[in-house]
């Protein structure tokens, strides 16, 4: 079993950053597709950054330019640094990891962006 545990989130100002950190259990963490994911209120969940095992990165336009995904495979952990944020930012983040069929989640981070 993998377990993922976010941490990172918070009230911030817009315009302000913050770094979201995801530890991932297991040994093999090298082999995952880790991503990002947002979901606000009465929204559904939404991609927001993902790095592939051979580091490729991807973001959606809302976030590109301002947030960026990266992964330290020597400390089983990825990371999402937000910078530039907005109050549509505001939203619960989650951590994910993917691997062939195998898919995991963290428990979630808030991250709350005020006007």
């Keep these: 079993q993998v377990h993922l545990v976010e941490s990172g989130g918070g009230l911030v100002q817009a315009g302000g950053s913050l770094r979201l950190s995801c ?4 040994r093999i963490f090298s082999f995952y597709d880790m991503g990002w994911y947002r979901q606000a209120p009465g929204k559904q969940r ?10 490729s990165t991807n973001y959606p336009d809302s976030v590109k330019g301002r947030f960026t995904i990266s992964r330290d495979n020597a400390k089983n952990t990825v990371y999402l640094q937000m910078n530039s944020l907005k109050p549509e930012d505001t ?18 981070t808030q991250v709350t962006v005020s006007s």
């Design 23 to 26: 530890a991932v259990s297991g």
């Design 91 to 108: 939203a619960v983040y989650y951590c994910n990891a993917r691997l062939n069929a195998h898919n995991y989640w963290g428990q979630g």
């Design 46 to 55: 939404e991609l927001v950054a993902v790095i592939t095992s051979g580091d």
